[in-house]
C-alpha cells in the first residue's frame, strides 16, 4: 500500500470512529466473534440487547436467565469505554478463579478474534490487569476484598453478584467514589427474593422487551409461566416435543423457528419510568438456541427435585425463587406462638443462650429445653424460647446469664473476636465461641475445649433451628417482637448443583437475620455441653 493509500485509510478510519457514539455501533464495527457464532457481532439474534448496549443510566441492572449472551454484552461495554473514551473500568466476578477463567477465555478470545482489539492493548500478560494505552481493565474476584481496594476506576461491572459477598459488592462500588461521570452495571441470574440482583432490579425502572405478536399484531413479551404451554407429564413423554411458546393476548403458538423475526423491532418499556436506575429483565423464552422442549424439559425435572427447580425458575425463567420449606413463613410463627409472656421461668429447666453479633447490636436468644436423652439431643428435645432481645455491650449478656440463670451459651466469633474471647472466659467451661466453616458432614461439632471454640457446617444447623417452626418443636412467648419474627424469616434455603455433580443447599439473606443466628447459636449450645454437665449438676443455680 503506497503512502497515499496508507494516509487515506487512516482518514476513513478516523472519520468513522467519530461516527461511533454508542456500544451498540461501537461492537458492530470492531467485536468479531469465534465459534458458535463466528464473524462480526451482530443483534440479529438477540435484537434485546441493543438498548442494554446503548443506556445512558448510570446505574443498570440485569436480571437475567443463563445462555443469553450478557457477559459478552458487557465485555463490549467495558472495551467501548476504555476503546473510545479512556476510562479505567473494573470487571468483578464472583471468584478468582472466575476471573482467571474470564481473563484466558473471555477476554483472550475477544483478543484473538478481533485485530481491532487486540491492537488496543499494550500488556495483557497480567490476569488481573490488562492496559489499553491510557486505560486499565482491572479483573477481580468478589471473594477478595483486598483485590477490590485502591482501584479508582469509572466504569463497573458485577458479573453474577449474587454468588458474592455484600462487603465485596460495597468494596467494588465504592471504586467510584470522587469519579466524574461513572457508569455501573450489576449483572447475575437471580436466586432469591431481596438478594443482590433481584433486590437492586426492584428498586430500578423494570423493563421489559416487547415486539409485535405475529399472529395478532398486539404487543407482548415472554414471561413465565403466561408465555410457554408445557406438554407431557414426565420428560420421558412422546409429546414432550409439542411444548410450546405462546402469545398471551391470542393465546396462538409462536413458531420457536421464526423467534428471531419476530422479535425483531421490539422495545424495552419499563414499569417505573422515572426511577434513576434502569432494570432489564430477561428469560430464556428469548433466547435463539433454547428450545421449548429443553424448556419444558428442565420445568418437568423440576417437579421432583428442588435442586432442578431452584435451577428452572434462576436460570431458565430469570427470576427470584424459594423452592417450597425454604423459608419460615408467618402462619408458621404464629402457630408456636404460646401463652406465656417472656422471661418466664419454670423451674428446673436447663437453660442456653446463643448471641448473635451484628453492627452496633448484639441480639440475643435464651431458650430453655425439654431435654430427651439419645444419640440427637436437639431433634428429640423441645425448645421454650425464655426470652429475645439485644444489647450493646458484651458485658449486658452477663447480666442476662445471672438473671435467667442460663447454663451455657454460644456467641458469634466475628466481628468483636476479642469481646467474645472475654465472653467465654468470663464463663469458663459454660461459653464457646462459634465459627460457621465449609465443608463439615451434617451437624457434626468440632469443639475446642482449650480455646472454648466450635466449629459448625451453618447450612445444616440453620435447618435445625429454622426447621423447629415447621415441625413446632418451638413454643415462643406471647410477646415476641415484630423484629424477632421478621428476622427468622428472613435467611432463605436454596438449593445448586455443586462442581462435584451435588445437591447443596444455602441459605441467603437479603436483610438482618441476627435473630435466626441467635437461634442458631442457642442450638449449638445444647449440643455442646449437654454432654459436659453430668447427673450431679445443680440446674436450680447454675452460676
Known sequence: MSLLDTFKAQIRTGLNRHTIVTASQWAENYRMMG?????????????????????KAEHNVIRKAAQLGLTETALNLVLFQMDMHGRDSLYVLPTLTDAHDFSAGRFNAAIDSSEHIAKMFSDVKNVGH??????????????????????????????????????AVALAYERLSGQDDTISWCISTPTVPKVGVSEQF????????YFDCPLCSRKITLRWPESFVVVGDTIADPDIHKSHIKCNECNGTLPFDSKVEYLQGGTWEADFPGRPSRGFALNQLFSPTVTPEQFATSYIRGLSDPAAEQEFFNSKCGIPYVVAGGQVLDDEIEECVGNYMSGTLPFGKYRSIGVDVGGRW??????????????????????????????????EIDKIMRRLRVHFGVVDANPEKRKAQELASR??????????????NSRSIRYNEDDATVTVDRTSWLDLALGRFRSKMIALPSDISLEYRQQIKEPVRRYRINDNGEVVGEYLSGGDDHFAHARTYSEIALTTFMPLMGASHNIESPL
Open 35 to 55: 465459534k458458535p457464532e463466528e464473524g462480526p457481532w451482530t443483534f440479529h439474534r438477540r435484537p434485546f440487547l441493543r438498548e442494554l448496549h446503548n443506556s
Open 130 to 167: 490488562k492496559r489499553a494505552k491510557n486505560a486499565n481493565l482491572y479483573i477481580r474476584g468478589g471473594k477478595s476484598n483486598s483485590g477490590l481496594k485502591s482501584v479508582p476506576i469509572g466504569i463497573l461491572v458485577l458479573d453474577e453478584v449474587d454468588e458474592m459477598s455484600k462487603r
Open 202 to 209: 426492584e428498586l430500578s425502572t423494570q423493563e421489559w422487551y
Open 362 to 395: 448484639l441480639h440475643y436468644e435464651v431458650d430453655e429445653w425439654d431435654v430427651v436423652g439419645g444419640a440427637d439431643i436437639n431433634a428429640r428435645s423441645k425448645c421454650r424460647v425464655v426470652e429475645s432481645g439485644k444489647v450493646q455491650k458484651f458485658e
Open 427 to 440: 464463663f469458663h467451661g459454660r461459653f464457646a465461641i462459634c465459627y460457621y466453616a465449609q465443608g463439615m
